[in-house]
């Protein structure tokens, strides 16, 4: 959550920029008749509403404050693991079990697992289990390419940073060969794990879509002010600067791109990737 002095200066560099372009438009000498033409007519007023409502959106973030954090309770049980399913924190088992339990899991060491580390031949070790892979190789939505790179090896914690709660519970078990004895998690492991529980039970890889919806509102008042300035400005000066506002549009669009490309966005693989 922003500090209200970040949002009160949020809201007046907003308006600032609003009322540079209206500044620009004004001053522009012959503006009054690329107003006149439907698209410049569009383009203005679309900019200025734009700009209008991304300062009422910040003010109202200033004012009434941005969603707090969904806190869960903290885990004091080894037997439970904080995840995340489309975003939504969840506590769940860190092993679930198999359709057959009744029978005792083999024991393995990583030697032994990390012998399993071709194509055909596909082992990871998940939270100490071992689980052989070789049939869903060809399967996997990523490719076969990190699948290969983590062969017999631990993929921990590639998998919970990659994966959503369901595939542990649904998928993995199928998977499961045994356990591996001599599983050992490195001290900067363990801190790094634990970080990442933390975030976990905030509650912070829950997207607030409210941050978008500015964020939406400020690439669509720099295109639109931008495209007017560019196509129907009448001085060098206003066309440069509808340039250079371009250019920030496609600069600041990369940030989203960013978060669509890691499913960051709506944590649904299929939606992030259409939307990008």
């Known amino acids: 959550m922003l500090p209200k002095s970040h949002l009160l200066g949020a809201v007046s560099c907003a308006g600032c920029v609003v009322a540079v372009f209206a500044g620009a438009v004004q001053q522009d000498g012959d503006s009054e008749a ?3 033409s439907y698209g410049g007519f569009i383009l203005c007023w679309g900019a200025i509403m734009c700009g209008v409502s991304l300062v009422a959106q910040l003010a109202v973030s200033c004012v009434w404050g941005e969603t707090a954090e969904k806190e869960l309770e903290a885990n004091e049980d080894s037997k439970l693991v904080f995840r995340e399913d489309e975003g939504v924190s969840k506590l769940v088992p860190l092993v679930h079990e198999r359709k057959d339990a009744s029978t005792p899991l ?11 580390n071709k194509r055909s031949d596909l082992w990871i070790v998940v939270d100490g289990f071992a689980y052989d892979v070789t049939n869903y190789v060809d399967k996997h939505p990523g490719g076969i390419l990190p699948m290969e790179n983590m062969a017999g090896k631990d993929c921990t914690d590639v998998l919970a940073n ?13 998977f499961l060969v045994g356990e591996v004895s001599d599983y050992t998690v490195f001290p900067h492991v363990a801190d790094f794990r634990a970080v990442r529980q933390e975030l976990l039970r905030r ?7 409210r941050f978008y919806a500015k964020m939406g509102t400020w690439y669509a008042f720099l295109l639109t002010s931008s495209l007017y300035l560019s196509l129907y400005g009448q001085q060098a000066v206003t066309r440069m600067v509808g340039a250079i506002g371009i250019g920030l549009f496609w ?4 940030g989203l791109g960013h978060d669509l490309g ?4 709506t944590h649904v693989f299929m939606k992030d990737h259409l939307i990008g």
């Open 162 to 174: 990659y994966h959503a709660a369901r595939v542990f519970k649904h998928m993995l078990p199928a």
């Open 106 to 116: 083999k024991k393995y060491t990583m030697k032994e697992v990390a012998e399993h």
């Open 203 to 209: 509650g912070l890889y829950e997207t607030d879509m």
């Open 34 to 36: 690329a107003q006149e």
């Open 251 to 254: 600069q600041q669009l990369a």
């Open 262 to 265: 890691h499913s960051g966005v």
